[in-house]
């Protein structure tokens, strides 16, 4: 019964789409959902964000306040710190951070406060999908038991997917309605109301047989990207060992049209993911009694690359009779990458 009203409000576009957490992932979509015409309901405990954003006052990068304005205006989008409002939501997506502790292991508290407020307004027929990046086991350990718990029967009067975000900040051509979206399910039922929502405002989504394989899909995406930059980072170092330019073997390995992709060496890694996602993995897999030598050298070799970069200022002023302490050093990017604003995990803090 729940299945398939919820079907008909999806494709009526009578749900009202809840989404948990408004940062550089979860606006995006609330903006998308919002100008596919749902009435979007965005929560944030930071009342200083809520507020800007009723003022159309945009503050990530790739949403415009004009964007913003149109459907704040219209009211399609109306952000609060009220998680009461739960109870008026039919699908809500939880956006929210996933850090890591002082020990390096996965910080779930965000993901735990989230999953409390909506257990405090569940309501039958409810479709939540989790898109924070966290570890395979995720959706099923820490939402679909919670859940249930209060008498609800996953697939039946409750529906869960896990769909893992792949927002690249500052990207130009590829942003969230036009980046392929996968999509793992805990049922058939949960996979087919997860595919008919996402569907509206996504280009192409991608099915998955589970929630498992859809959290280990964004955690390969990231581990890969971790593993290869460190790759080319000590290459750039062995390069400058060996007295050659490591741009222009680069630049020349990629005149290749098969088996080689171009990665840039540079002073290390930031961002909400590369830096964090392969020690979820990481974590995970010694619960598992299997321990990935590649993951933990990645990070070892890609942590050491700001040293690196201050070793080779140390090197200039010493070439100007000038030492480290007392010289005054100008630092042009303190973002984790070109053209955006975002200075999470950046390497030159």
Not at 73 to 100: R, W, Y
Not at 189 to 204: F, P, R, T, W
Not at 259 to 283: E, N, R, T
């Amino acid at each position: 019964m729940y299945y398939e009203m919820m079907q008909e409000k999806i494709n009526r576009k009578n749900a009202t789409v809840g989404i948990i957490g408004l940062g550089y992932v979860g606006l995006p979509l609330a903006i998308e959902f919002a100008e596919a015409g749902y009435h979007v309901i965005g929560f944030d405990i930071h009342a200083g964000k809520v507020n800007q954003l009723a003022h159309s006052d945009s503050y990530i990068i790739d949403i415009t306040n004009q964007k913003l304005a149109t459907v704040v205006q219209n009211g399609h989008f109306t952000p609060t710190t009220d998680f009461s409002k739960l109870g008026e939501v039919d699908a809500v997506c939880i956006c929210v951070p996933t850090p890591l502790t002082k020990s390096q292991e996965p910080d779930m508290s965000y993901i735990m406060a989230a999953v409390a407020e909506i257990k405090r307004y569940m309501k039958p027929g409810m479709l939540i999908t989790l898109e924070s990046t966290t570890y395979p086991g995720t959706t099923e350990e820490l939402i679909q038991t919670e859940i249930e718990a209060l008498g609800y029967r996953v697939g039946e009067d409750f529906f869960l997917c896990f769909s893992p975000e792949r927002v690249d900040p500052g990207n130009k051509t590829f942003q969230t309605k036009n980046t392929p979206k996968v999509l793992g399910g805990t049922t058939p039922n949960c996979c087919q109301l997860g595919e008919a929502l996402y569907s509206k405002v996504i280009d192409h989504v991608y099915l998955v047989s589970s929630t498992k394989v859809a959290e280990m899909t964004k955690l390969l995406e990231n581990t890969f990207r971790s593993i290869n930059i460190a790759f080319i980072n000590e290459m750039a170092m062995l390069c400058e060992a060996l007295d050659m330019n490591i741009w222009e073997v680069v630049d020349a390995a990629a005149t290749k049209p098969f088996g080689f992709m171009k990665f840039m060496p540079g002073p290390g890694i930031g961002g909400h993911c590369i830096p964090l996602d392969p020690m979820y993995l990481s974590w995970k897999a010694k619960g598992a009694n299997f321990f990935s030598r590649f993951i933990e050298l990645a990070q070892e070799t890609n942590k050491k690359m700001p040293e690196q970069v201050i070793h080779k200022v140390s090197q200039a002023l010493n070439s100007a009779y000038k030492s480290m302490r007392g010289s005054k050093v100008l630092v042009l990017g303190m973002a984790y990458k070109p053209d955006i604003d975002d200075v999470r995990e950046s390497p030159a803090l």
